[in-house]
């Protein structure tokens, strides 16, 4: 998973591990899981995707305040 956030800088969470912060890059293993982006001042967002083998997956998230 490639994970951009404007503005960048954003706390990664993963099924409530951190795992760094945006811009990432992430190998994640094939499951469900729930991203959270959290940075201060801005609105949480929060999504749960499903990884699959071999597959990428871009996320560019706009931060709301």
Same mark, same amino acid.
């Given at each position: 998973? =490639? $994970? %951009?956030?404007?503005? *960048?800088?954003?706390?990664? +969470?993963? =099924?409530?591990? +951190?795992?760094?912060? %945006?811009?990432? @890059? &992430?190998? &994640?293993? *094939?499951?469900?899981?729930?991203?959270? $982006? +959290? $940075?201060?001042?801005? @609105?949480?967002? %929060?999504?749960?995707?499903?990884?699959?083998?071999?597959?990428?997956? =871009?996320?560019?998230?706009? $931060?709301? @305040?």
């Amino acid at each position: 998973i =490639n $994970l %951009t956030s404007t503005p *960048p800088g954003a706390n990664i +969470f993963i =099924n409530e591990s +951190f795992a760094g912060q %945006t811009p990432a @890059k &992430l190998r &994640l293993s *094939p499951r469900k899981i729930r991203i959270r $982006l +959290f $940075l201060q001042g801005y @609105k949480d967002w %929060t999504r749960e995707i499903e990884v699959f083998e071999g597959s990428e997956v =871009n996320l560019q998230i706009e $931060l709301q @305040k």
